[in-house]
């Protein structure tokens, strides 16, 4: 069984302030990990994705994730945020290697930016 | 690679009646999946296809839904006897191959009455 946790189901951040989004994950086999952002009345945009290759993982428009096996975590992060950064965010776990990988998602994190 | 598309957007219907979606995945994509959606939730997987085959089912797809892909390129989801708990988001996304990116369309967004 696998299992996501998105701490926060808001988070409000400064324009231009460092943007943190918690995702912490269960699974009982090797994981792979991913973060997708989805927009009003749009479908869901793949972010980055941890495919057990590099832990430090790059993604688009400027955000990253760190997997972290020991702390079972997978957070999103960008140095800087902008106003185009306010959406809802998804931390989403799947089995490692394909095979049956339907994605398990968490709740979600909603990213509200201050001007 | 013109990406998933749904139809229709929007479906608003009364209690028991019978509604069809459709989703048309992104060319050659052998994989195709469906989520459901309620407001202030992530989606939940309800199953997926390796071209025609379903392979997965969760349990939240009762008996009521039903699912098909016929020869391997776009599918349906028809649900019957709409209940107004069925009223949500029902998302698709195909893959290129197992344990690739997934790729969602729009949605299809119900009411039920």
């Known amino acids: 069984a696998q299992s996501v946790t998105q701490l926060g189901s808001h988070v409000s951040v400064s324009e231009g302030a460092l943007v943190l989004l918690r995702c912490n994950y269960s699974s009982s086999v090797p994981p792979y990990l991913f973060w997708y952002v989805q927009y009003p009345n749009q479908g869901l945009q793949l972010l980055l994705k941890?495919?057990?290759?590099?832990?430090l993982v790059k993604g688009i428009n400027g955000f990253e994730a760190e997997f972290k096996k020991s702390e079972t975590s997978f957070h999103l992060t960008k140095p800087s945020a902008h106003m185009s950064d306010a959406a809802e965010y998804f931390c989403a776990v799947s089995k490692a290697g394909g095979g049956a990988d339907g994605l398990t998602f968490g709740k979600g994190t909603h990213l509200i930016i201050q001007p | 690679d013109t990406g998933v598309s749904q139809n229709p957007r929007h479906k608003i219907t009364k209690r028991g009646q019978n509604v069809t979606f459709r989703c048309d995945p992104i060319s050659e994509h052998n994989r195709l999946y469906w989520y459901r959606q309620t407001l202030g939730q992530g989606p939940e997987f309800l199953t997926y296809?390796?071209?025609?085959?379903?392979?997965?089912k969760s349990r939240l797809l009762s008996d009521r839904f039903s699912a098909e892909r016929p020869k391997g390129s776009f599918s349906t989801l028809e649900i019957q006897r709409t209940e107004q708990g069925d009223s949500a988001m029902y998302l698709c996304a195909s893959s290129l191959e197992p344990g690739q990116t997934q790729y969602f369309g729009p949605g299809t967004r119900l009411l039920v009455l």
């Open positions: 941890y495919t057990s290759v590099a832990t």
């Open positions: 296809f390796q071209n025609e085959a379903q392979l997965e």
